[in-house]
Nanobody, 127 residues
Framework: QVQLVESGGGLVQAGDSLRLSCAASGRTFSLYTMGWFRQAPGKERDVVAAITWSGGSTYYEDSVKGRFTISRDNAKNTVYLQMNSLKSEDTAVYYC????????????????????WGQGTQVTVSS
């Protein structure tokens, strides 16, 4: 069993930066591929970024490439999402998710279910 708790969301202006954190419980955190998803009002939840247990493989959705960076610290059981040059279209609830032995290149598939989800943290970017 893995529990995920996100933090770091807030209200910022366009062009600002935020770093989201996702703290995981459980001793097997390193076995999980981790991802960040987001859901804007009236839209489906989509993947933003994903990272394997070693950090050796990452995935980014096209609209965040070059602006967002996903990383993890297995010693702290935490995964991060550094978000720079934020835009109003980045406004959404951001969710952390975990999939045991997951493939980062599959996280964008709607038929690739995650094993665990966090409760989400709101990010609002004002223009």
């Amino acid at each position: 069993q893995v529990q995920l708790v996100e933090s770091g969301g807030g209200l910022v202006q366009a062009g600002d930066s935020l770093r989201l954190s996702c703290a995981a419980s459980g001793r097997t955190f390193s076995l999980y591929t981790m991802g960040w998803f987001r859901q804007a009002p009236g839209k489906e939840r989509d993947v933003v970024a994903a990272i394997t247990w070693s950090g050796g493989s990452t995935y980014y959705e096209d609209s965040v490439k070059g602006r967002f960076t996903i990383s993890r610290d297995n010693a702290k059981n935490t995964v991060y999402l550094q978000m720079n040059s934020l835009k109003s279209e980045d406004t959404a609830v951001y969710y952390c998710a975990a999939k045991q032995f997951g493939r980062t290149d599959q996280f964008s598939r709607s038929d690739y279910p995650m094993d665990y989800w966090g409760q989400g943290t709101q990010v609002t970017v004002s223009s």
